[in-house]
């Protein structure tokens, strides 16, 4: 039996760079002065922060230490549900990484920035390709700006129409930053509730669909991690009253060439560059949630667009209809070329052998934990499944609970709490880059843990006991952070 990565050995305490280092001491070397000394006119700079004085080494092993206190997707699994942590490969960090493309800038006039720009044109229509969709714009730097982008397209749309509805109807099983795009557009959220099977009911859609509604939010695969079966009957319902489909494809991982949103009437839709293809989410880095739209829709995309013309790529702002800018320049090009790379090296057969084991995965966990924590909907999951603490609730034992011990196994805590339809949640995304010796020793751990809440309930309430620190005060945290260390 192979040993949980958990551990709390080498794990060093490190003070703040203020409580280190020495009068004196440098970290650089310069030639000797041979110029008169000049002290700094203090009425000009201020008196200013008093820098600690360190070394070089002082410096390295203050970061390296701060880094190994982090857990990355590089340092073990991390199965935090609609955030897709997968591995993402190498190859694309170094390609991103190269001279041309890490020295350019974007406000290099279009002709000497082919490379980029033709980069950017062929991902564009790759994500159309993947998506069923006709056109897209490259520029929202995540997915809920994507969001925000498609609804501000469906505005746009009524708009040209002479039309000014007011609602969007969104499911509760669709993902948290849904409805708050569609405020943030000026839209009241209308939920829907889903049915008794986790899915959306074209009946339920019907009884809210009206004329002063501007069209429907979908998540699929939705929160629970259930695919929405029912979305072709569902945009004939929205369609016929005039409105439009959105599609939410963050989480585009369990579906790449397997269902084409386009295809069964998705009218406009974003993806997460930064989960999908080859960028982690979360973390704070940049990230990139391209807008696609179909035909339609088209020349109310953000400007500038990338348009082919002789032989050259160009940008053109040359489309009346348009939203306008969402971002500076053309969004976070780096992410483009990451994903662009991982295209490229996966090719449409390895797009779905990851979609597949993707689904296998998370599947293969959902029926080997199914008996010893709640499954609150027994059927086939997509890339995510969702279980809960209602087994465990009998020992006054929480989700919260179980997945601070994870942490002393070795493990980034699943995503908790949601979707808010399933008290308790814990929803555990294992992505397609993990191995089964992997998968088993997760699914082991969450046995184990599973029977100490039975036999040794404190060990949980208290956990984590490993990591460096323990249990936090979280609204504290998050209402008066300690940011000086
Ligand atoms: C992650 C996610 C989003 C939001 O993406 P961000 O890049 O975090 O803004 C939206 N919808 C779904 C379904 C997601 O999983």
């Given at each position: 039996?192979?040993?949980?990565?958990?551990?709390?050995?080498?794990?060093?305490?490190?003070?703040?760079?203020?409580?280190?280092?020495?009068?004196?001491?440098?970290?650089?070397?310069?030639?000797?002065?041979?110029?008169?000394?000049?002290?700094?006119?203090?009425?000009?700079?201020?008196?200013?922060?008093?820098?600690?004085d360190l070394s070089e080494g002082d410096v390295v092993r203050h970061y390296t230490r701060l880094s190994q206190w982090n857990f990355c997707v590089d340092s073990g699994l991390y199965p935090l549900g609609s955030c897709t942590m997968k591995y993402s490969p190498k190859i694309s960090e170094k390609q991103v990484g190269r001279r041309g493309f890490a020295s350019s800038h974007p406000m290099i006039p279009a002709l000497?920035?082919?490379?980029?720009?033709?980069?950017?044109?062929?991902?564009?229509?790759?994500?159309?390709?993947?998506?069923?969709?006709?056109?897209?714009?490259?520029?929202?730097?995540?997915?809920?700006?994507?969001?925000?982008?498609?609804?501000?397209?469906?505005?746009?749309?009524?708009?040209?129409?002479?039309?000014?509805?007011?609602?969007i109807l969104v499911p509760d099983t669709a993902h948290g930053t849904n409805p708050a795009s569609a405020a943030l557009c000026g839209y009241i959220p209308v939920p829907v509730p889903s049915g008794v099977?986790?899915?959306?009911?074209?009946?339920?859609?019907?009884?809210?669909?009206?004329?002063?509604?501007?069209?429907?939010?979908?998540?699929?695969?939705?929160?629970?991690?259930l695919f929405e079966n029912n979305v072709a009957a569902i945009a004939g319902i929205i369609h016929a009253r005039?409105?439009?489909?959105?599609?939410?494809?963050?989480?585009?991982?369990?579906?790449?060439?397997?269902?084409?949103?386009?295809?069964?009437?998705?009218?406009?839709?974003?993806?997460?560059?930064?989960?999908?293809?080859?960028?982690?989410h979360g973390g704070g880095g940049p990230g990139s949630g391209p807008v696609c739209v179909k035909k339609h829709l088209a020349d109310f995309l953000p400007v500038p667009r990338i348009v082919m013309e002789g032989g050259k790529y160009l940008l053109s702002e040359n489309f009346p209809g348009t939203i306008g800018k969402v971002h500076a320049f053309h969004g976070n090009v780096g992410v483009m070329i990451k994903a662009y790379c991982y295209i490229r090296l996966m090719g449409p057969e390895g797009l779905k052998r990851a979609s597949e084991i993707a689904v296998l995965n998370a599947n293969y966990v959902k029926e080997m934990l199914k008996n010893v924590y709640h499954l609150p909907y027994e059927q086939i999951c997509m890339h995510e499944c969702v279980l809960s603490d209602k087994n465990q609730n009998e020992y006054k034992i929480s989700t919260l609970d179980i997945v601070k011990r994870l942490m002393d196994y070795g493990y980034h805590p699943p995503t908790v709490y949601f979707p808010l339809v399933v008290p308790g949640a814990i929803m555990i995304e294992p992505t397609e880059t993990e191995s089964k010796e992997e998968l088993d020793l997760f699914i082991t751990a969450m046995?184990?843990?599973?029977?100490?809440?039975?036999?040794?309930?404190?060990?949980?309430?208290?956990?984590?006991?490993?990591?460096?620190?323990?249990r936090l005060d979280e609204t504290r945290a998050a209402r008066r952070p300690c940011l000086a260390g």
């Open positions: 039996m192979m040993e949980f990565p958990g551990a709390s050995g080498l794990i060093m305490n490190e003070p703040l760079l203020w409580e280190k280092g020495s009068a004196g001491r440098c970290g650089f070397s310069l030639p000797r002065r041979d110029v008169p000394f000049s002290p700094v006119d203090e009425a000009l700079t201020g008196a200013g922060p008093d820098f600690p000497l920035s082919q490379g980029i720009l033709r980069i950017m044109y062929e991902l564009e229509r790759t994500l159309c390709e993947i998506t069923g969709m006709d056109a897209a714009s490259l520029q929202p730097a995540a997915g809920a700006q994507g969001e925000l982008a498609g609804m501000l397209i469906i505005h746009a749309f009524h708009r040209s129409n002479g039309e000014k509805r007011t609602k099977n986790g899915i959306l009911s074209p009946d339920a859609v019907a009884s809210l669909m009206d004329e002063d509604t501007a069209g429907i939010m979908i998540t699929n695969p939705n929160t629970l991690g005039g409105g439009l489909v959105y599609g939410d494809g963050a989480n585009m991982n369990a579906l790449m060439g397997i269902v084409k949103p386009g295809e069964v009437g998705v009218d406009v839709m974003h993806l997460n560059l930064h989960k999908t293809f080859a960028a982690p046995k184990s843990i599973a029977r100490e809440a039975k036999e040794a309930p404190y060990i949980l309430r208290e956990a984590p006991h490993r990591t460096k620190v323990k």
